[in-house]
């Protein structure tokens, strides 16, 4: 898993031997404190909100499968009403969280994870092959007829 500070660097949990946590004043930030296996460590702030993701991640039982190149997570974000342009960003997939009691998956990409069944409308996985799929509910055959469908649901709840 990729851990995110606060001043933009990443910590691959992959080589960290050990981590611990020292609660700050501000109730925005965690402090995070990073042993590695060669015994160097170092102290590094993290948000709130990765620092739930990551207790999330290192205390649930499940099985991690690294995806292999040219998954995307897809996220539509509507027209900005002062300039007019609607957005899709592209994140790299980094894996998958597998939960076998429920039967769920998280997918893990450096900025977000996005849960199986927390997806929102706005967001699928663009998958090597081209298609756009969102998972448990339907398959596009390419981005194009997804970024379609995004602005006809945008649409319709105008409507």
Known sequence: MWIKTTNGHFINSDHVAQVSFQRTGDNSQSTM????????????????????????????????????????????????????????THWPVLGWFLDPDSGSHTVVTARLNCRFNDFEYNNAILCPNGCVVRPGECCYPDEAAWLNEMRKQKLEKAA
Do not use: A, C
Not at 48 to 63: A, G, I, S, V
């Open 33 to 88: 404190l990073v042993k590695y296996p060669n015994g160097e460590t170092e102290s590094v702030t993290i948000s709130n909100f990765e620092h739930e993701n990551l207790k999330e991640e290192l205390f649930y039982d499940r099985t991690f499968l690294p995806s292999p190149p040219g998954y995307f997570l897809l996220s539509y974000y509507e027209r900005n009403e002062k300039s007019g342009e609607e957005k899709v």
